[in-house]
């Protein structure tokens, strides 16, 4: 049996499915009590990409700390927590085993329930935090209501779903190939910008014209389905084309070649035409669908370039939460717990529960 504070709730979250360990106190579902990300991406740079068997040996060093550190901020010790939510899948096989069996071991020690959470739907969470203790967030004022539209944007998911309620949404349409932030990390690497790419991007941008090159849209059999893969070549034949050399020119000699004028017109006309691609989809899918709220989630989420686009041609109001809260971190994990318990959805055995690395939603 597991105690349950009447009222309030507080959900520990632990994700460590990428390069990030991170945990988080999210207290009802709403207010953030203490987010604390520990990247080992310093780590991975040198590689131009994150290399799984240094980030798993990185969470295990960190874990700990990290979740410490997080009760600490929260004010909490393990007797105000009444469960732990932690990331199942998808991502890296050794870096999700760290956190589930961290998880795992805590919540059979402190005797509390434990959620599983899927990486993809818990950054559609993060929009339902309204309210925190910590400085430095901007956060909207308003929940989001059903139905609900999603469009889902990280380093390996591009996603369009449509929530009816919690724990009730169907995907309408995904990437068939590349996803979109994938696409801005190669296109960075391209142009000789360090991993993460679409950071990078988004600087370098500023400085260029967006319509400099005419970038080709992926034309997909399903109606929200998605493909960078055909937009990331189209990108390398306008770099060979700018540097004057062939098609089998080697692609990581090219950004050498290239004016930081000619870079930064490529990173402008590359981000606008990957961003107008998923903005046209979500507002062709909400006119379809007429949901009562809109919301953007996953790292590509944090693109100022995409709230710009999206906030201009959507036709209803739209507010996005704070960038730090759409890259990787425990409290999105924290809050779909919280639903979770508050929805009394099926609790993970600490005895047995799984990664599942190739998970979808
Ligand atoms: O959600 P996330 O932290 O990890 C995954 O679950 O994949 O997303 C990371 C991705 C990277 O591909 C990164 O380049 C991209 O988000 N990203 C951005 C921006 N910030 C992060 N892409 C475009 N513009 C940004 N400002
Ligand atoms: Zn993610």
Redesign the pocket.
């Given at each position: 049996m597991f105690k349950y504070t009447i009222g309030i709730m507080k959900i520990l979250g632990i994700e460590s499915?990428?390069d990030e360990t991170a945990a988080s106190v999210v207290e009802d579902g709403y207010r953030l009590l203490s987010n604390v990300v520990a990247s080992s991406m310093d780590l991975h740079i040198q590689y131009g990409g994150i290399v799984p068997e240094v980030a798993a040996r990185s969470h295990i060093e960190v874990i700990i700390p990290v979740i410490k550190q997080a009760l600490s901020n929260a004010d909490c010790t393990w007797e105000d927590i009444d469960g732990i939510a932690v990331t199942y899948g998808a991502g890296l096989g050794g870096s999700l085993l760290i956190g589930v069996l961290t998880a795992r071991t805590l919540a059979i020690i402190h005797n509390l329930p434990l959620y599983a959470i899927n990486?993809?739907e818990?950054?559609v969470y993060a929009n339902f935090l309204i309210d925190t203790t910590l400085p430095g967030y901007s956060l909207s004022d308003r929940r989001p209501v059903f139905p609900m539209l999603a469009l889902i944007v990280?380093?390996?998911?591009t996603q369009l779903a449509l929530f009816k309620d919690h724990f009730d949404y169907r995907l309408l349409g995904q990437a068939q190939d590349d996803a979109i932030g994938e696409a801005f990390d190669k296109v960075a690497r391209l142009i000789g910008l360090p991993y993460p790419g679409g950071p990078q991007v988004e600087k370098l941008a500023k400085e260029g014209d967006p319509n400099a090159f005419i970038l080709p849209k992926a034309r997909m059999e399903g109606k929200y389905d998605f493909s960078f893969s055909g937009p990331k070549t189209a990108v390398l034949r306008v770099a060979q084309a700018e540097a004057g050399k062939s098609y089998d020119f080697p692609s990581l000699k090219l950004s050498g070649l290239l004016s930081e004028s000619q870079k930064a017109n490529i990173a402008a006309s590359f981000q606008n035409s990957a961003i107008e691609t998923v903005v046209d989809k979500t507002i062709e899918a909400f006119e379809e669908f007429n949901p009562a709220s809109v919301v953007i989630a996953?790292?590509v989420a944090a693109s100022p370039e995409l709230r710009r686009q999206l906030g201009n041609r959507l036709s209803q109001p739209i507010t996005y939460t704070d960038p730090k809260l759409c890259?990787?971190n425990g409290a999105m994990i924290a809050t779909l717990g919280c639903f979770k318990a508050k929805h009394k959805q099926p609790l993970a055995d600490p005895y047995t529960l799984d990664i599942e690395p190739s998970l979808s939603m």
């Open positions: 499915s990428c990486h993809v818990g950054h990280s380093g390996s998911h996953g790292g890259t990787d």
